[in-house]
Structure formats: C-alpha cells, structure tokens
C-alpha cells in the first residue's frame, strides 16, 4: 500500500504528460513574455497605490477573515506540493549530484518536471498578490511596508528569470522557499481564524535563515562556475544574489525593528 501511494504521488507531481512534456517556450507559454511581467507588475504596483489612498466600502470583518483563512490555506496546500513535486521533480531529472548546483550552460533548455514547478511557482507569486489586497480592504496600512510590496514585486521577476535563463540553483531556492512558505501561511491562516500562535518570531527566522542557507550553496555553484566550464542562468544569479542580499537585510531590520522592541518592553 505505501509502495502504491509513493508510485502515486510520483506519478502525479513528476510523471504526468503535462509534467514531463512541459516547455517554456518565450512568447508562446502562458507568462512568458516580457510585456506579460511588465504589464502584471505595472497593474500590482498601480493598483496597490491607487487602492491604499482610496475610500473602500466597509468589509464585514468575519466575511474578511474567512476569505484571508481560506486564501492562507489555499497559498499553504499549494507551497506545500511545490516543495514535495520540486523534490522529487529534481531527483528524477537530475543527472548528477552536480546538476542540483550547476546547470551544465547551453545544455539545460526549461523544460521537463523541474521547469514544470517553476512555472507553478511563478504563477503562484502571482496569486500572493492578494495578500496585499487582503491587507489594504482590512485597512492595515501599517503592514503594508516597503518590505511587503518590494518582495512581492521582485520576486515575480525572479521567478520568470529562473525560467528564462535557465538558472542554476533554482531547485534548492524552490524547494526551500515553498518550505518556509508552508509555515508562514500556517500562521497567517491561524490568526485570521483568531488564534496568534506563538512563532511569529519562528517565520521571520526562518526567512532569515533561507537566505543565508541561499548564499551558503551559492558559494558551491560559483565554485563549480568558475573552477568548469561554467554554470547556466550566471547573469539570472547574480539578479537574484542581489536581490536575496536586499531581502536579508531588510528581514534582519524587521526583526530588530519588532522583537528587540518586544523584548525591551517586557524588560521594563
């Protein structure tokens, strides 16, 4: 029986024709345009700023925390089989313990399972969007921090740069975001049905910690880029290497900003 359920599984997140036979094709698969990132990102960035200054109707607040508990579970159930199809998407596809780190250049086209779960990724950052929605109808503009809209753009280009350039590395930055993303939209759905589990802290450290993990393997990939024939996707690391660096460091700003002022609170 578990046999027939791993075999499943396997053949659900890895092995279906749509999974297997997928291929970004620039300009023909959905998303896969530079016009499709510029005009969702433009919508996002307009509409965030045009919605924050505007006078919304009243939203029945039990309706609200339904609809963000619902939308946490759904982002939850979704991160969750991102990391598991990634995972094993990986170990099927993968030639070499070598390839989780260094994708050999000009012989990794964007396709196959691994490809398959970056799209679904990207597409799923697209879906994050509502969170900032969620946050400007509750009227909790507080939350709505440089970080919250900074992070939700970015990473959608990061994600179509993963795809585009065929990055080393993506896998594992994958892998370990939709992991950190399971335990974040846990929280988040708790509190929206109203009970404030006490690892708030536990989420922001292990974003912090995610991106160091990031730089961690980093220093394997640049080792094999620059100790082989290189690696795929250098200029789409280097993006996204800046991009992490801006994020660690506004996340350990965060966490300054509201524990230590927590615990000097308490202290007093």
Known sequence: MDNFRRSNLHHWLVDHPTITNFEWKPYQTWGASPL?????????????????????????PTVLRLISALHNLILLILSLIMAVGCSLSTISQMTNRLWIYCFPPNQTPPRGPVFFWAQIFYFS?????????????SGSNRRLSFLHVYHHSVVVVMCYIWLSTSQSLFPVALVTN??????????????????????????????????????????VMLYYHFSGSGCSGFLGWCFNAVFNASLLALFINFHFRNYANESKAKNL
């Not at 509409?47 to 006078?55: G, M």
């Open 178 to 219: 939709a992991s950190v993303h399971v335990l974040m939209y846990a929280y988040y759905m708790l509190c929206a049905l109203g009970w404030r589990p006490w690892w708030k802290v536990l989420v922001t450290n292990c974003q912090i910690i995610q991106f160091v993990f990031s730089f961690v393997v980093s220093g």
């Open 36 to 60: 499709f990132l510029s005009t969702t990102l433009l919508t996002y960035l307009l509409l965030t700023f045009t919605l924050r200054r505007a006078t919304l109707p009243a939203v029945n």
């Open 125 to 137: 950052k697209l879906l994050e969007f509502i969170d900032t929605l969620l946050i400007i109808v």
